[in-house]
């Protein structure tokens, strides 16, 4: 038997508050057995279920793993602006000017995040 992967676990400051961004990033929502304070939160979604942990050091370097997120129901443009609008951060741009690369993001603590074509997208420039 192979093990799978439960949980991607994210380190931060305030667990509830990260979740609730996050949450929103994938449409779903903060585990009902979770409250503001707590030093867990859960969100699960389709993709991928994330666990933050309240941790007492601050982020201090880079990600050494970073999630890398494709928008379902809208362009690559579209979702980045969606995000900002959530609370990230534009940290690296690096679209082309063919719509090809992806965009880094960090979350409301700095974590970072990509955001890449949607398959749409994708699908477009193989034809």
């Not at 449409?27 to 867990?40: H, L, N, R, Y």
């Not at 982020?59 to 890398?68: F, P």
């Amino acid at each position: 038997m192979t093990s799978l992967v439960r949980h991607v676990t994210i380190d931060c400051a305030d667990a509830y508050a990260l979740a609730s961004f996050w949450a929103q990033v994938l449409d779903s929502k903060v585990s009902d057995d979770d409250v503001p304070g707590d030093e867990e939160a859960l969100v699960e979604s389709s993709g991928a279920s994330l666990l933050f942990i309240q941790v007492p050091e601050p982020k201090v370097a880079k990600n050494r793993v970073h999630l890398d997120l494709q928008p379902q129901d809208r362009t690559r443009d579209e979702e980045v602006e969606r995000l900002v609008g959530l609370g990230a951060t534009l940290l690296d741009d690096r679209r082309n000017p063919d719509g090809t690369g992806w965009v880094t993001l960090g979350d409301p603590e700095g974590n970072e995040f990509c955001v890449e074509r949607s398959r749409a997208e994708r699908e477009a420039v193989a034809v």
